[in-house]
């Protein structure tokens, strides 16, 4: 059975940095696409991030030159660091299996993330 | 990217069927056959309900589908049941390793 269990979530002030962990069971992370997904308090679903098997990354603009998607193949588990937090990265962070035929069909329970001073 | 834009709400009564319209534009629902859709029960993950434009995923009731004409696609549901009250995001690949969700539908069964 798929599994995703993400940690990591916090409070942290506005400029500063943390780092999502998402420990995956049933499957093995490097042979799957993997996603970010966020979700801000009572708003909707937006994409952020996904590393591909073969280890290639992509970031929404909102993202990008601030977070890194990454994982520990040894450990079967996918990370997102987060740096320069802003207000508006406030949001509850979902890890996603990401099937190669761009759709999301496993999710973790989520870690919310608050950017506040 | 821009959301895709959906209806803030809809509603109806058990038994009945409701439709939620999705629209995009001609670089991503139009694009490609990628659209799914997902729904959210409060403080729960999303689940995925349809994927590729209508295809459903195994243990998902039939009462759901979907489908698309152009920049805009739908998710239907039939036999509306007390369970199926949650929210529901539309999601489109746009190319260039990116997606686009909906702004999100919420949908309540009278």
């Known amino acids: 059975e798929v599994q995703l269990v993400e940690s990591g979530g916090g409070l942290v002030q506005p400029g500063g940095s943390l780092r999502l962990s998402c420990a995956a069971s049933?499957?093995?992370?490097?042979?799957?696409?993997m996603s970010w997904v966020r979700q801000a308090p009572g708003k909707g679903l937006e994409w952020v991030s996904v590393?591909?098997?073969?280890?290639?990354?992509y970031y929404a603009d909102s993202v990008k030159g601030r977070f890194t998607i990454s994982r520990d193949n040894s450990k079967n588990t996918l990370y997102f660091q987060m740096n320069s937090l802003r207000a508006e990265d406030t949001a509850v962070y979902y890890c996603?299996?990401?099937?190669?035929?761009?759709?999301?069909?496993?999710w973790g329970q989520g870690t919310l993330v608050t950017v506040s001073s | 990217q821009s959301a895709l834009t959906q209806p803030a709400s809809v509603s109806g009564s058990p038994g009945q069927s409701i439709t939620i319209s999705c629209t995009g534009t001609?670089?991503?629902?139009?694009?490609?056959?990628?659209v799914s859709w997902y729904q959210q029960h409060p403080v729960k993950a999303p689940k995925l309900m349809i994927y590729?434009?209508?295809k459903r995923p195994s243990g998902v009731s039939n009462r759901f589908s979907g489908s698309k004409s152009g920049n805009t696609a739908s998710l239907t549901i039939s036999g509306l049941q007390a369970e199926d009250e949650a929210d529901y995001y539309c999601?489109?690949?746009?190319?260039?390793?990116?997606?686009?969700f909906g702004g999100g539908t919420k949908l309540t069964v009278l």
């Open positions: 001609s670089s991503d629902v139009g694009s490609y056959n990628l």
């Open positions: 590729e434009d209508n």
């Open positions: 049933g499957f093995t992370v490097s042979n799957k696409y």
């Open positions: 590393i591909y098997s073969g280890g290639t990354t």
């Open positions: 996603a299996v990401t099937r190669t035929e761009y759709y999301f069909d496993s």
């Open positions: 999601c489109s690949y746009a190319g260039s390793s990116t997606w686009v």
